[in-house]
């Protein structure tokens, strides 16, 4: 039986792997089979992760974090989890492959899904003006025309942050009404930057090698249009990966329980990390923290189990007075 699993290789898994596997607790990570590296395989340049002044591309840096994980002792498996059973002392992880690894303590860092148009150009223009995060890109959009896709109060705090850097920011709504809270709509309607698309919806993003324009459908009559753009950030919600996770206590938003600052979740020895338990973040160098804060947690619970094995066996030793 393994001391650790860790589910999920975006900066939170690999990072609880880094710590975990220094603390020679031999982690197992399942990294996923198409999707190993998390976030950040789908982006070109990060700019914000503390240490590269320089930028670094986004799969570079989940390369150099597998790589010192494994550095360590942590082993990498490019499988998905299907299936857990995380009640009592041994948690059991069942594997796409059908393998079965039991441990006494889990990490779940399975993140946050962004929500995606459905589009065909959507992935392959990732990172070339297609963007689902205005914190990490906007500073990529000076001087630019762009658009914010969504309704609610994280597009709004998008476009509104979004004019710090660019010229124009057109909200595209497919309603003409707004889901935002009114204080948001106010502030995004009193700012001079930012325009109105209302009943239109995407139905394709035009470019070759970086974004052009999107084509826009009039959500009540059917008709077409054109708007050029350099970039488009959607903002239509967001789901955190937790449906393989029923046993464990769920927040209002959809995230993984934690007790205040720790890892713990609603089960002894199952720890939650980044993006998963984050609705408000959601970037990597907080989802790093947080996996180390996991792998910290975990490390404490483990030698309090070490602990109270010496105290029974102390306690079956003793000889009686
Ligand atoms: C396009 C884009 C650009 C971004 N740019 C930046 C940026 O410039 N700077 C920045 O700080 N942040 C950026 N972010 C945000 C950042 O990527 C995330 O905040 C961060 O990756 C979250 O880390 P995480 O480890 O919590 O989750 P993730 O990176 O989402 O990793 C979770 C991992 O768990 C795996 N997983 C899920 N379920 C299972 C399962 N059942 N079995 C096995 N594995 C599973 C997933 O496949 C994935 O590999 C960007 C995000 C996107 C989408």
């Not at 650790?4 to 607790?25: D, F, K, M, N, Q």
């Not at 002392?89 to 993140?111: F, Q």
Request: net charge negative.
């Amino acid at each position: 039986m393994r001391d650790v699993i860790i589910i999920g290789s975006g900066p939170a898994g690999y990072t609880a792997a880094i710590y975990a596997a220094r603390a020679e607790l031999a982690p197992l990570v399942i990294a996923s089979s198409v999707e190993a590296g998390g976030e950040l395989m789908k982006t070109t340049e990060v700019e914000n992760f503390p240490g590269f002044p320089e930028g670094v591309m986004g799969p570079d840096l989940m390369v150099k974090m597998q790589e010192q994980a494994e550095k360590f002792g942590a082993e990498v498996v490019l499988d998905d989890v299907v299936a857990v059973e995380l009640d009592g002392p041994v948690k059991r992880v069942v594997l796409g492959s059908g393998d079965t690894h039991e441990a006494r303590s889990v990490i779940v860092a399975t993140g946050s899904a962004y929500r995606h148009l459905g589009l065909t150009d959507e992935e392959r223009l990732s990172g070339h003006g297609v963007s689902w995060c205005a914190t990490c890109d906007g500073f990529f959009f000076r001087q630019k025309n762009i658009a914010v896709v969504g309704g609610g109060d994280s597009a709004m705090e998008e476009a509104t942050f979004l004019t710090r850097f660019a010229d124009k920011v057109t909200v595209i709504h497919r309603k003409d009404t707004l889901r935002a809270s009114k204080i948001m709509q106010e502030r995004a309607f009193a700012n001079e930057k930012i325009e109105f698309a209302w009943n239109k919806e995407v139905v394709a993003i035009g470019g070759t090698d970086a974004v052009t324009g999107v084509t826009l459908r009039d959500t009540v009559d059917g008709s077409e249009s054109e708007l050029a753009l350099d970039g488009l950030f959607i903002a239509i919600g967001n789901d955190p990966r937790v449906h393989l996770f029923h046993e464990l206590e769920l927040t209002s938003q959809g995230t993984i329980k934690v007790d205040g600052r720790s890892s713990k979740t609603s089960l002894p020895g199952v720890f939650a990390a980044g993006d998963v338990i984050d609705p408000t973040y959601r970037q990597a160098v907080t989802a790093a923290a947080s996996g180390t804060v996991a792998a910290l947690d975990a490390e404490h619970f483990l030698a309090s189990l070490e602990d109270e094995l010496h105290a029974s066996v102390d306690a079956v030793l003793e000889p009686a007075n």
